[in-house]
Nanobody
Framework: QVQLVESGGGLVQAGGSLRLSCAAS????????MGWFRQAPRKERRFVAA????????YYADSVKGRFTISRDNAKNTVYLQMNSLNSEDTADYYC????????????????????WGKGTLVTVSS
C-alpha cells in the first residue's frame, strides 16, 4: 500500500512558477514509476509527466515540455514537479500517481495503469 500526499499548489500569475511535491508513505517507493496528471473543470484527467523508478528516464506531455520538470528523491520518498512559465491553460487539480514498474519510461503513463493516486492539489493561474 502506498499513500500519496501532494502539496505546493496555489494561486500564481501567468508567467510565474510553482513547485509541486508528492510525499509517498509505505514501502518500496523505488519500485514505483511516478507521474503527475491534471484535471481541469469539466475535463478528463490527463497525463502531464512521468519519471522512472531510478529517475533516469522521464516523459512529458507536449503541452508542458520545456516548461515543466519532474524529479524524484528516493531517499525522501518524494517526487516533484517544477512548473515554469505557467499560463491559464495550466489551471487544474494536479494529481500524483504511482505505478509499480521498474522499466524505462518511453511514453505517457496511462490512467488505467496507475496503482495509487493522491488526492490532488489545486493550481490556479491568473491572467
Amino acid at each position: 500500500q502506498v499513500q500519496l500526499v501532494e502539496s505546493g499548489g496555489g494561486l500564481v500569475q501567468a508567467g510565474g512558477s510553482l513547485r509541486l511535491s508528492c510525499a509517498a508513505s509505505g514501502r518500496s517507493f523505488s519500485n514505483y514509476a511516478m507521474g503527475w496528471f491534471r484535471q481541469a473543470p469539466r475535463k478528463e484527467r490527463r497525463f502531464v509527466a512521468a519519471i522512472s523508478w531510478s529517475g533516469a528516464s522521464t516523459y512529458y506531455a507536449d503541452s508542458v515540455k520545456g516548461r515543466f520538470t519532474i524529479s524524484r528523491d528516493n531517499a525522501k520518498n518524494t517526487v516533484y514537479l517544477q512548473m515554469n512559465s505557467l499560463n491559464s491553460e495550466d489551471t487544474a487539480d494536479y494529481y500524483c500517481a504511482a505505478r509499480s514498474f521498474r522499466g524505462v519510461i518511453r511514453g505517457p503513463m496511462d490512467v488505467g495503469a496507475v496503482d495509487y493516486w493522491g488526492k490532488g492539489t489545486l493550481v490556479t493561474v491568473s491572467s
